[in-house]
């Protein structure tokens, strides 16, 4: 006879303990961050990325009042790092920033990955753009894409040039302008840039795609020459160098870019949150300084424009490493 009681006494603590679950979470994201945020870079210390991510991280916490800290989870080209935050809970609290060689190079390449570059994570914002040049020895006689196609349609199969390791972007962005040129040369894939640019200035090769970063130091002193640039517009730091699509090359448009991103999942609130910050971080004269002096451009894309580039990009890839047959190392 008491069933009836029972029962409304049941649904009133039913209903008692969705709200205190409702509020409890709402708590939670209007009190983000209460703790430590890591900043996942799948790269050692003390390159580019690293760097870069260590001049937003602080501005970040500043922003945020809690502490950013940048854990470095290096290997398996970059897959180690961004299958960690891939698996991480989605509060906020674990993030990852990494090139695109996590979100549409090696997924364009590699069967078997430990995460889905569009599944498993959701942008919080593109911080940065770096260009990829085309390199020359300053004793081959090309200065520029006219003479390049010129050269190598007059000798196939004789010229080759270098990257700084296959399926990179440098290898990546090569491929693009070749096919684009309608003309041919042999790749010769190595181990970092360094080696690379080495060679190139030794004469061991006479061609190579770089980054304007790496690239700056050895133009400037007149150990290489640039001819083209594969951006979509020229490059700050190099403004007397043209594009490939002024030059009547559009297809080849291709940078080297840096994404902050999340596991998915985020609480509207927190991704809000978040992006705000990171946004405000590549804003502030110091971080924009900081980037410059890496050779780097800072500049924020936000959320929404940075998951519609990776899904745009991300089949792009795929159709020039197919027709390249780019494969993993």
């Given amino acids: 006879m008491h069933t009836p009681l029972l029962r409304t006494l049941g649904l009133v603590a039913l209903g008692a303990s969705s709200s205190f679950g409702f509020s409890a979470a709402a708590l939670a994201e209007d009190s983000f961050p209460s703790r430590p945020i ?42 180690i790092g961004a299958a960690f935050v891939a698996n991480a809970k989605p509060d906020g609290y674990t993030l990852l920033m990494s090139s695109a060689s996590t979100y ?60 700084f390791g296959a399926g990179t972007s440098s290898h990546f962005a090569a491929e693009m302008a070749l096919q684009a040129m309608g003309i041919r040369l042999m790749h010769v894939p190595y181990k970092g840039s360094g080696p690379a640019m080495t060679d190139l200035i030794g004469g061991q090769v006479p061609f190579s795609f770089d980054t304007v970063t790496a690239a ?10 640039a001819i083209a640039i594969t951006t979509a517009k020229r490059s700050p730091l190099l403004p007397e160098v043209p594009t490939f699509a002024e030059s009547g090359y559009p297809a080849a448009v291709l940078d080297s870019w840096g994404m902050v991103a999340a596991p998915r999942g985020l609480p509207p609130a927190v991704h809000a949150k978040l992006e705000k910050a990171l946004a405000d971080s590549i804003a502030d004269p110091a971080v924009r300084k900081g980037f410059a002096e890496q050779g780097v451009e800072a500049s924020f894309v936000d959320s929404a424009k940075a998951a519609a580039q990776l899904e745009a990009e991300l089949p792009l890839m795929r159709a020039v490493a197919e027709r390249a047959n780019i494969q993993p190392e």
Avoid: C, H, W
Avoid at 56 to 74: F, H, S, Y
Avoid at 107 to 124: G, M, Q, T, V, W
Avoid at 216 to 225: H, T, W
């Fill in 216 to 225: 700056l130091p050895q133009i400037k002193a007149g150990k290489v020459k």
């Fill in 104 to 163: 549409t190079l090696n997924p364009a390449i590699r069967k078997s990955l430990p995460y889905d570059p569009i599944k498993s994570f959701e942008p919080i914002g593109i911080i940065s753009r770096v260009g990829l040049v085309l390199l020359v020895n300053p004793k081959v006689p090309v200065n520029n894409l006219k003479e390049l196609v010129a050269t190598a349609k007059g000798a196939p199969d004789k010229y080759s040039y270098a990257s």
């Fill in 38 to 79: 890591t900043i996942v870079v799948p790269f050692p210390p003390g390159g580019g990325g690293d760097v870069q991510t260590r001049l937003v991280a602080q501005k970040m916490g500043e922003k945020l009042g809690q502490t950013v800290i940048v854990d470095n989870k290096p290997g398996a080209g970059t897959a």
